[in-house]
T-cell receptor, first 117, second 115 residues
Framework: GAVVSQHPSRVICKSGTSVKIECRSL??????MFWYRQFPKQSLMLMAT?????????EQGVEKDKFLINHASLTLSTLTVTSAHPEDSSFYIC?????????????FGPGTRLTVT | GQQVMQIPQYQHVQEGEDFTTYCNSS?????IQWYKQRPGGHPVFLIQ?????EVKKQKRLTFQFGEAKKNSSLHITATQTTDVGTYFC???????????????FGQGTILTVHP
C-alpha cells in the first residue's frame, strides 16, 4: 500500500519559536494532502487541505498565518507552526490520497508529537 | 456543517466478547470509511462502504452501511487483545471544488480488551 512519512516524529520547542513538519508521499504522487490535529483521546480535526501548486484551504477557526502550509511538489507538504505556544502542543498528522477522483482512501503519516514548553 | 456522531465513546470487553461501534449522520452520506488507530499510532484505513445496505467482512470484522446511507456500524466477533485501539468512522464532505476528498471523522470508540 501507499506510504506516507512524516518528520520529525517528535519535537519539543520553546514557546515563541517556529516548528516545521514535513509530510512526504513515498511511492505515489499526491496532489492533495490533509493536515489534522489530534488532542489526547479525541478525534482527528482537519486543519487544512494542502493543494500542490496553490494555496492551502483552511478550516474554520484555523489561523492561516499561524499554521503555514506549503505544498511545493507532488510528494511533499510542510506545516510550519509559527510562534508556538503551549496550547499548540498536540499530535499533528498528515494524510494523502492515492489514486484518481473516485478513490477517497487516505493514507496517514505516522504523526508528529509537538510539545511546546 | 456535516457531523458524524459515533457511539459509544468507550467500550471495555473481555477477550472473546463481541464489540460494536455505531456511526450516525443527519444527512445522507456518499460513502463512509472506517479507520483503526492503535495507541500511540496513526489511523490506518480499514474499509470503505459506498452502496446502500452494503455489508463487508474482513475476518472477524463486519462493516455495514445503512439502507438510508445515514448510519454505519463496525462489529468485531470474539475480540482479541490485538483489537485494542480507537476505531473511527469517517465520511466525505460535499463533493466538488476544494472540499472534494475532505473527511469528517466521528469521535471514535476506544476499545480495550481484557485478557
Amino acid at each position: 500500500g501507499a506510504v506516507v512519512s512524516q518528520h520529525p516524529s517528535r519535537v519539543i520547542c520553546k514557546s515563541g519559536t517556529s516548528v516545521k513538519i514535513e509530510c512526504r508521499s513515498l511511492d505515489f504522487q499526491a496532489t492533495t494532502m490533509f493536515w489534522y490535529r489530534q488532542f489526547p483521546k479525541q478525534s482527528l480535526m482537519l486543519m487544512a487541505t494542502s493543494n500542490e501548486g496553490s494555496k492551502a484551504t483552511y478550516e474554520q477557526g484555523v489561523e492561516k498565518d499561524k499554521f503555514l502550509i506549503n505544498h511545493a511538489s507532488l510528494t511533499l507538504s510542510t506545516l510550519t507552526v509559527t510562534s508556538a505556544h503551549p496550547e499548540d502542543s498536540s499530535f499533528y498528522i498528515c494524510s494523502a490520497r492515492d489514486g484518481g477522483v473516485g478513490d477517497l482512501k487516505q493514507y496517514f503519516g505516522p504523526g508528529t508529537r509537538l510539545t511546546v514548553t | 456543517g456535516q457531523q458524524v456522531m459515533q457511539i459509544p465513546q468507550y467500550q471495555h470487553v473481555q477477550e472473546g466478547e463481541d464489540f460494536t461501534t455505531y456511526c450516525n449522520s443527519s444527512t445522507t452520506l456518499s460513502n463512509i470509511q472506517w479507520y483503526k488507530q492503535r495507541p500511540g499510532g496513526h489511523p490506518v484505513f480499514l474499509i470503505q462502504l459506498v452502496k446502500s445496505g452494503e455489508v463487508k467482512k474482513q475476518k472477524r470484522l463486519t462493516f455495514q452501511f445503512g439502507e438510508a446511507k445515514k448510519n454505519s456500524s463496525l462489529h468485531i466477533t470474539a475480540t482479541q487483545t490485538t483489537d485494542v485501539g480507537t476505531y473511527f468512522c469517517a465520511a466525505r464532505k460535499n463533493a466538488g471544488g476544494t472540499s472534494y476528498g475532505k473527511l469528517t471523522f466521528g469521535q471514535g470508540t476506544i476499545l480495550t480488551v481484557h485478557p
